[in-house]
């Protein structure tokens, strides 16, 4: 018996080149058209040897007058060609006979290359040849970013083909953008011929840095694009509902947490108190950001905002990213509300099996009025009574999924709950308004009364006996002190071993040490491959005193609120990010007493360090500001640590950088609403054609 022929399918296969276009996430025609070049080669025109410059890239046409296969010191082939005003040698490491073949002596060829030598004698390494003659392109030639398998002639080709089919027409007029580039106007097609395939009197300058007014075109588009995005979920999400929860006046809850507070409220967090009151009151869900400094007192905003949900009746939740942090949550929650007869439950995905399935019976029925967990707060399992608020904390460090999953606990009566996100890492204000425009954004500008600066050292690695001497001075006068290892990214094991080094290191090195009242001092590990009960036992004997030393691998575990700790040392700081070390340092200074931080760098086999981590260290001990050391941050290292993973990096801006673009952002804020309302085809034709699937990235 014979099988039947296989049917012929009705698409192609995939070609490795599709592949890796697809990878570049080249699919369309207009992404593909949008795919810009790195840079640019000139082939326009032909240079005499003569007139060459040390160094340059340049095309010569000569011809072959020596061609030869030498050992010596290692196997390559040389080739010398004379263009009639000079001689050049051509190295070639890796070759092929039929290289040899296209060299031959005789042959006249055009080549591109690196001019070196000068007067020694111009040569070049690897460079392109061909046979000589035909037209010399009118434009440069494109260099575009690619990936492995797809070589530039191909992408070059899909990329004209892109360029010829994709729809262009303008989203809006050229003239819209006459106060950025006076003088010519570009549609969007212009731009895009123009920056694709310029010609050569264009100053490389403006292309590269993306002053180029055809840039601007570009740059214009993929600002406005992003704001219609923001600005078409802001306006979807005015038009769901959430639960009213307006305060009710006289003996409640808020104002029983209010009095019971051991202080009396900033100024800052009583006006937050009140953007964040006011938006619940409405009947459209709040999503705000509450963005305030490590040590702000976010957290009882975030109880107070929680305690006004309760006194209308309804269910909150609170969300941190890991066990320590939801549970010293947990804890000075129920400090405060337990006092005022709150049952709060308690949820992660560590606890025991009996425990609970105990909490989530208080969830359903809606015994527990406040719930606080991890991530295990937004599984499957858990339902909700009447869920009306859930706050995120550090909300860099959750998902898009997993903000959809908490909105979706309140799916009754087709109602969203409010959502307040909390952040310690200050958001720039161009990012704010580009990244986070569907967002109300509430700061809180002020710390609480009563703490001393913190005072921050740099000191090189070669220096840690001293600061172990320092520690040893803080520890006997009752203090404590948090060592914090390095970051080893490839390595979790690594990360591991390092850490217990220290913590060996620094036990022998205060061996002996006791404190003021006789008792001996003791140095306590935390890292992230400890079973969380010991985690939990480690920060518990830090909390309670008992721990002198916290040795810790603990970028994760940020949170932490330990007022007697007055010292921080972290190691290979220049390995951190700004904003990281900013919160790391955010530990200290949380009582009364002077504080310090010391940022231990490595220069490892460098004779210095590099740029960026010297100015990251300096900006350190330069300003405690967490706003300003989130510019410098932003102006160091881009959006990329901001955003964490609100964003998928596909979302990000490709050719609008925030740091330098803010007229035309501001341009692409104005602009936004009036195309939406004008010409709404318009605006879904363009944020179709920059964001095409991306657009849902921006808007959960
Ligand atoms: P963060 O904003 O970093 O989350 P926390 O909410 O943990 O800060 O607050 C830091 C510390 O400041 C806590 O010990 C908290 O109880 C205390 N605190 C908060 N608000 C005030 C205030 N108005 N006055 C005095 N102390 C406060
Ligand atoms: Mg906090």
Known sequence: ?????????????????????????????IDLALHLPLRYEDETRITKLDEAREGEHIQIEATVIECEVTFRPRRQLIVKVNDGTDICTLRFFSFYPSHQKALEVG????????????????????????????NLPAALTPVYPTVAGLPQHVLRKAVLGGLARADLAD????GDLSQFSPHTLWTLRAALQFLHHPTPDVSLDTLSDHSHPAWQRLKAEELLAQQLSQLQSRRARAALR????????????????????????????????????????????????????????KTV??????????????????????????????????????????????????????????????????????????????QEKV????????????????????????????????????????????????????????????????????????????????????????????VSEGRQVYWVCPL?????????????????????????????DGTPLLIGLLHSRM?????????????????????????????????????????????????????????????????????????GDAPRLSQSARERLKAMAETNDGFEIARRDLEIRGPGEFLGARQSGEAMLRFADLATDTALLEWAKAEAPMLLDRHPHLAAKHVQRWLGGKAEFLKA
């Not at 108190?273 to 009151?281: L, N």
């Not at 790391?584 to 220069?603: D, E, F």
């Open 1 to 29: 018996m014979s099988e039947p022929a296989p049917k012929k399918p009705a698409t192609a296969p995939k070609t490795a080149h599709d592949k890796a276009l697809e990878k570049l996430g080249l699919v369309r025609d």
């Open 107 to 134: 042959k006249r060829v055009r080549v591109r290359g690196e001019a070196k030598g000068g007067f020694l004698g111009w040569t070049m390494l690897h460079p392109s040849f061909k046979a000589a003659g035909g």
């Open 171 to 174: 989203t809006f007029e050229p």
């Open 242 to 297: 959430a639960p009213v929860l307006a305060e009710v006046a006289g003996g409640t809850l808020h104002a029983r947490l209010l009095a019971a507070l051991p202080f009396a409220l900033t100024a800052a967090q009583a006006r937050v108190g009140q953007e964040i009151a006011h938006d619940m009151a409405r009947h459209v869900p709040m999503h705000r950001l509450l963005q305030g400094d490590v040590g702000a007192g």
């Open 301 to 378: 905003v975030a109880a107070l905002a929680a305690a006004i949900c309760m006194d209308a009746g309804w269910q909150c939740a609170l969300m941190a990213p890991t066990e320590i942090l939801a549970e010293q949550h947990f804890r000075k929650l129920l400090g405060w509300l337990e006092p005022l007869g709150i049952t709060t439950a308690w949820l992660t995905g560590t606890q025991k099996a009996k425990e609970r399935r105990a909490m989530l019976a208080l969830i359903e029925s809606g015994e527990a009025k406040l719930v606080v967990g991890t991530h295990a707060v937004i």
């Open 383 to 474: 339902h909700f009574h009447n869920l009306a608020l859930a706050i995120i904390d550090e909300q860099h460090r959750f998902g898009v999924a997993q903000r959809l999953a908490l909105r979706g606990k309140l799916k009754h009566e087709a109602m969203e709950p409010h959502l307040l996100m909390m952040t310690a890492t200050p958001i720039p204000r161009t990012l704010a308004m580009s990244y986070y425009a569907d967002l109300d954004v509430s700061t809180l500008d002020e710390l609480p009364p009563g703490r001393t600066p913190i005072v921050t050292k740099v000191v090189n690695e070669a220096r840690r006996d001293e600061v172990i001497e320092r520690i040893r001075a803080q």
């Open 488 to 516: 080893i990214e490839e390595s979790e094991a690594l990360d591991l071993s390092n850490a217990t080094q220290t913590h060996a290191d620094l036990a022998a090195a205060l061996n002996g040490a006791t404190r003021a």
């Open 531 to 603: 079973p969380p009960e010991d985690k939990k036992a480690v920060m518990g004997a830090f909390k309670e005193g008992l721990v002198a030393v916290l040795v810790s691998t603990t970028v994760i575990e940020v949170g932490v609120d330990v007022p007697n700790a007055s010292l921080m040392v972290i190691e290979h700081a220049e390995r951190f990010g700004l904003s990281q070390l900013h919160q790391l340092r955010g530990r200290v200074g949380r009582g009364a007493a002077a504080s310090a931080c010391v940022l231990l760098y490595s220069t």
